[in-house]
């Protein structure tokens, strides 16, 4: 069974400039998460999404990020300008339905804002 | 709102023996499920093991137990026979009703050959 699946894995981009992280979640998952790194912390979820809905984004600072999941399988996560604080390490997991900690993990996308 | 607290950045382990990583919580909804995650240096994060609030024993993958102690509000876990290879950061996190997970702030294992 395929991993979730992640790309790219790095991004180097000015500030100011867009950027777009995309997301493949395990088959038959219908719950998608995307969630921020930062260097020697725990994830923080940006955004979890129950098949295409969007259910929880209270932590997405959406004047600058945006996400869809436009059938309910993959996802793109969308940083527009992009600031030095961005840099990070976004994750996306995905989880069978009903048990929503059981989490699996994408490698990640490293993100350097210059 | 709930809350996780892993208070040790780092622990040291001689390989093959058992070591114990400390994690407690904090939550007023009485159902909610506990997961560890271990993440090594390549950056994937890896679920080890999960215990439900109303579970009465505490659960085991292998080498993996979780000290579930509700009372207490801790779920610390147990690696036997420590392997090179657990060496890693290893992230408690707790998950309550909408399956909103929060991480705690990890601890590093380091296992010595």
């Known amino acids: 069974e395929a991993g979730v699946v992640q790309s790219p894995r790095y991004k180097i981009i000015e500030k100011k400039q867009p950027v777009a992280f995309w997301c493949n979640p395990i088959?038959?998952?219908?719950?998608l998460y995307w969630y921020l790194q930062n260097l020697g912390q725990g994830p923080e979820l940006l955004i979890r999404?129950?098949?295409?809905?969007?259910?929880?984004d209270s932590q997405l600072p959406k004047d600058r990020f945006s996400a869809e999941r436009l059938k309910g399988v993959d996802s793109t996560l969308k940083i527009q300008p992009a600031e030095l604080g961005d840099s990070a390490v976004y994750l996306c997991?995905?989880?069978?339905?009903?048990?929503?900690?059981?989490?699996?993990f994408g490698p990640g996308t490293r993100l350097t804002v210059t | 709102a709930q809350k996780i607290t892993q208070t040790q950045p780092g622990m040291f382990v001689q390989e093959k023996e058992a070591v114990t990583l400390d994690c407690t919580y904090d939550?007023?909804?009485?159902?909610?499920?506990l997961f560890w995650y271990k993440q090594p240096s390549s950056g994937e994060m890896i679920f080890l093991i999960y215990?439900?609030?109303?579970?009465?024993q505490n659960a085991t993958e292998g080498r993996y137990s979780l000290n579930f102690q509700k009372a207490r509000k801790s779920a610390n876990l147990v690696i036997s026979a420590s392997q090179l290879g657990d060496s890693a950061m290893y992230f408690c996190?707790?998950?309550?009703?909408?399956?909103?997970?929060?991480f705690g702030a990890g601890t590093r294992l380091f296992v010595k050959a």
């Open positions: 997991a995905s989880s069978p339905r009903g048990r929503g900690g059981e989490q699996y």
């Open positions: 088959s038959g998952h219908n719950t």
């Open positions: 999404y129950e098949n295409e809905e969007a259910v929880d």
């Open positions: 939550t007023s909804d009485p159902s909610y499920g």
């Open positions: 215990q439900g609030s109303y579970d009465q």
């Open positions: 996190a707790i998950s309550t009703g909408g399956f909103k997970t929060i």
